[in-house]
C-alpha cells in the first residue's frame, strides 16, 4: 500500500444480538476485556492455570530481548499430560475424546482413557526408534486418528512434530523434512479422498530419495486402506507392529515452557512456506482459553467439529492442543465434503448431534453454490455456535451460514488469526458482542491488535490501513524455523516495536476491525487504494454470483485496473455480455465508481492454496500477461490453464 490509507467504501448495517440464553450461561463475559485491560500479563497468568503446571511458572513474560518472547520461561509442564491424562485423572476418562468418521463410512469412538493408552504407546514407540527430546518428527497422514496422536506422542516425549499436510507432494515433503531436520516420518499407505483410496507412503519414499533428507532413519507407517506399499527394510516399520506391542505406561516429563512443540510451515499462499515455531506453555495457555472463550465451549455437553485438516495450523490449535486440553468431545472426519454426495457434512452434523462447528469461508461458499436444499434435508437443531477461519468472510456468505446452517439463531464467530499467531487473535464472543457480517470485530481479551498507516500512526475509526499487534501474546510464533533474521525481516521491521500481519484492514465507526485481505493483494486505483475483499464481498453479494477473486492489474491510465474473476451461480450464462455490465454497476453501487471492475471475467474455478485460498498472485500475472509465478501450493495448477485459455488479449 502507498501513501493514502485504504479507502473504506462497504457499508454493512446489519447486526445481530448474542442469544440471550447463550449470554446468560456464556463461559466467558465482558468483564474479561476489563480484566484483561487493567492487568494484561496478570490476566494471562491467570490463563495459564487453566493448565496443569509441574512447576507453576513465577514469570510471565520476560519480553527483555524484542522481539524474541519468552513466556511463562520458569513453568514446567507436559503438553500431551494437559491434553489427555489430567482428564483421566479428573474422572472423565470414560468420555469420547474423538468420535471418527471416515470418507467410507467407517467409525470409531476413542475415549479419553483409551487416548491416553494408544498416545502412551506411541510415546514408548518413538523413544525405542530413538527419538529424543529436541528431536523433529515429520507427520504426513490423512485425517485419522493416529494424527493426533503421533502429534501427542512428541509432545508428550518433548520432540518438535512438524506436520506436513496430505495433499502436499514429494517435494514439498522433502524441503520441509530437510527444513526441519527431521529424524523420523509418521505417514499412511494412504487415506480415502472423494471415494477411492488416495497413496501416501509413495511420496514420502520419493521425497526421502532427495537430498538432505538422510536424517530420516525410520519411517513408521499407519496401515488405512491397505492398499500395496514399497517397503524399505531396515526403515520402514508398521505403526501396528511397532506401537501396537508397547506398554500403554508412559510417565510423561515435565519440559519447558519454552520447549518446541512444533514447527509449521504456512499455507504459502504469498510464497515461500516460513518454518514458524511454536513453543509449550505460552502457547497451549492460549491455544486452550480462546477454544473455551470462543466457542463457549461446554466440554460435558458439547460436540465439537472443526473440519480443517490436521496439516494447518487450525487442525493443530483447535483439533488437537485446544480441544484436548479442554476435555472437549470433538468429530474428525477423514474426507472430502461431497463424498458420497453433497450433504455429508450436515448428515455428520445430524449424526453425532455437533453443537459447535468451525469451518472456511471456501467451504461456506461451495456449499452456497451447491444450493440451499441440502442442508436443509437435515436436522441441524444440535448446532448452537458457528466458526469461520482462513480469509474476509463475505457477508453474503455469512448471512447465508447464518440462516442455513445456523437457523438463524446461532451466533457467527469470525476469528482472525495465522499460523504466526498460533492461536486467535480477534473474534467476537458469542456470549458478548453483536456480530456484524463480515467483520472479526475485536481483539479478544489479553491482545492487542490496531490498523495503523505508513507512518505506523493508529488509523481513526473509520479509517484504513495495516492490521498490526502491539504487544507480545503466550501463543506468538518465537522465530522462523533456522532463520532469525527472516523472523525479524518479514514480521517487526516494518513498523517499530509492532508485530506486522500482512493483512490490510480498517477500523468501522464504533472501531471495529474488518479484514481486508493481504497487504500484497490490495489495488491501488487512480489513487485509491481499494481492497479485494471488499470488491469481492460486493460482486458476491450479487445473485448471479457464487465465488469472487478480484485483482489489481498495471493500467497505463489509472495506474491498476481492477479485474474480477467470477464463478457464477448454477443456471447464469457465462457467454452474457448483459450480466456482465449489471455486475459492473451493482458493484458501483454498492461500493462507488471508483471501485467499479474494468474487466469481468467469469471462470470456472479459481486458483486455490490447498487450504482452501484464492492465489490472487496468479490471478495478476494472468491479467497482466506475465508468467506465472511459483504454483508448488496450488491444489489443482490445470485451473490456471483454463483461466488462461478463457481471457482475451489484453484491450
Ligand atoms: P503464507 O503466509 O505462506 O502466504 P497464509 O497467510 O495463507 O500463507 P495462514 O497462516 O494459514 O497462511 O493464514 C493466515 C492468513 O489468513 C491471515 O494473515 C489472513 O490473511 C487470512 N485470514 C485468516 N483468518 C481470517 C479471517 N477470519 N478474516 C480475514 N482473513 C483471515
Ligand atoms: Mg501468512
Sequence with gaps: MSN???ANLLKEDRRFAPPADLAAHANVTAEAYEQAKADRLG?????????????EPTETLDWSNPPFAKWFKDGRLNV????????????HGDRVAIHFEGEPGDSR???YAELKDEVSRAANALTELGVSAGDRVAVYLPMIPEAVVAMLACARIGAAHSVVFGGFSADAIAARIKDADAKLVITADGGYRRGKPSALKPAVDEALSREGTQGVAKVLVVRRTEQDVAWTEGRDLWWHDVVGKQSAEHTPEAFEAEQPLFVLYTSGTTGKPKGILHTSGGYLTQASYTHHAVFDLKPETDVYWCTADIGWVTGHSYITYGPLSNGATQVIYEGTPDTPHQGRFWEIV???????LYTAPTAIRTFMKWGDDIPAKFDLSSLRVLGSVGEPINPE?????????????????DTWWQTETGAMMISPLPGVTETKPGSAQRALPGIAATVVDDEANEVPDGGGGYLVLTEPWPSMLRTIWGDDQRFIDTYWSRFEGKYFAGDGAKKDDDGDIWLLGRVDDVMLVS?????TTEVESALVSHPSVAEAAVVG???ETTGQAIVAFVILRGTADADDAELVGQLRNHVGTALGPIAKPKRILPVAELPKTRSGKIMRRLLRDVAENRQLGDVTTLTDSSVMDLIQTKLPAAP
Design 4 to 6: 493514502e490509507s485504504l
Design 43 to 55: 490476566f494471562w497468568a491467570a490463563q495459564a492455570r487453566r493448565l496443569t503446571w509441574a512447576t
Design 553 to 555: 492489474a498495471a493500467d
Design 527 to 531: 489513487g485509491h487504494n481499494i481492497s
Design 350 to 356: 445430524q449424526k453425532y448431534g455437533v453443537t459447535i
Design 80 to 91: 500431551a499430560y494437559n491434553c489427555v491424562d489430567r482428564h483421566v485423572e479428573a474422572g
Design 397 to 413: 456468505a455469512w448471512v447465508w451460514y447464518r440462516k442455513h446452517i445456523g437457523a438463524d439463531k446461532c451466533p457467527i464467530v
Design 109 to 111: 469412538a476413542i475415549t
